[in-house]
């Protein structure tokens, strides 16, 4: 499996790091002391948890792992959809990672691996534009900038979309000085629905769901899906 973040890990921090909206939600929701996070990348999420917590970061990225370790915790480098790291009080999958997993089966897989490590499960994912899922393609446009380690660095994206598959395709061309590096993502879109029947049938219930991090419903327009089930 090729690893998109393998080459664009160290300015990952540099776009990211600041995003705190939705460590707010997922702290102050939190349900116990254990905490495990399912692609925590170089531990944005992770680090946002108070001390008094045990949380545990787990990502597929060697790269981005090795980031998060050099800032201290505990990060290993592992598949979300089959892992054993013990008992948890609580399973989060931010920042649409639950969304990387191409097939059902993949996605069954994760799923059954959270029921065995906690009774509480909360996926972040985004939600479907049903507006611009029409428009197969966006050219590439510039979509962050700024300087790292000295260097002028500016993200565009591409977007390919496949509304039949629920699917889109990311593509990021970062520039940094003379170097040009693409990294690209695919992503499974959710309905709330479709949602609701997969954690049913791998033993989980939705408890609440959002529409954005600040707890407001889902609703027409909003951009993310969050989901709380418990374990039946």
């Known amino acids: 499996m090729i690893d998109p973040y393998a080459k664009i890990a160290r300015w990952y921090d540099a ?9 707010r939600s997922f702290v102050g929701r939190n349900v116990g002391p254990r905490v495990l996070v399912l692609g ?26 090795a980031a998060a370790r050099a800032r201290g915790g505990d ?22 990672s639950f969304a990387f997993l191409r097939s059902r089966a993949d996605r069954a897989a ?10 509480v499960l909360t996926i972040d ?9 029409g428009q197969p393609h966006t050219p590439e446009r510039p979509a962050w900038q700024g300087v790292v380690e000295g260097v002028d660095v500016q993200r565009t994206r591409e977007v390919f979309r496949e509304p ?12 940094a000085g003379s170097e040009v590096v693409v990294s690209e993502l695919v992503l499974h879109l959710f309905t709330r629905d479709e949602m609701e029947w997969m954690l049913e049938a791998a033993g989980f219930y939705v408890d609440e769901a959002w529409g954005d991090h600040a707890g407001g ?14 374990r039946f």
């Open 110 to 119: 994760c799923l059954a691996a959270c029921a065995r490590a906690a009774a």
């Open 40 to 65: 925590c990348g170089t531990g944005r999420v992770c680090r946002g948890f108070p001390p008094d917590r045990q949380v545990v970061g787990l990502d597929l990225s060697a790269p981005m792992i």
């Open 15 to 23: 776009e990211f790091e600041g995003a705190s909206a939705d460590i």
């Open 125 to 133: 994912v985004p939600m479907p534009d049903y507006v611009l899922l």
């Open 217 to 230: 419903a889902v609703r027409e327009g909003c951009d993310r899906l969050l989901v709380r089930a418990m």
């Open 164 to 175: 039949v598959a629920q699917r889109l395709r990311l593509v990021d061309r970062y520039y």
């Open 75 to 96: 990060y290993q480098v592992a598949d979300m959809r089959h892992f054993d790291f013990g008992v948890f009080d609580e399973v989060i999958i931010p920042n649409g």
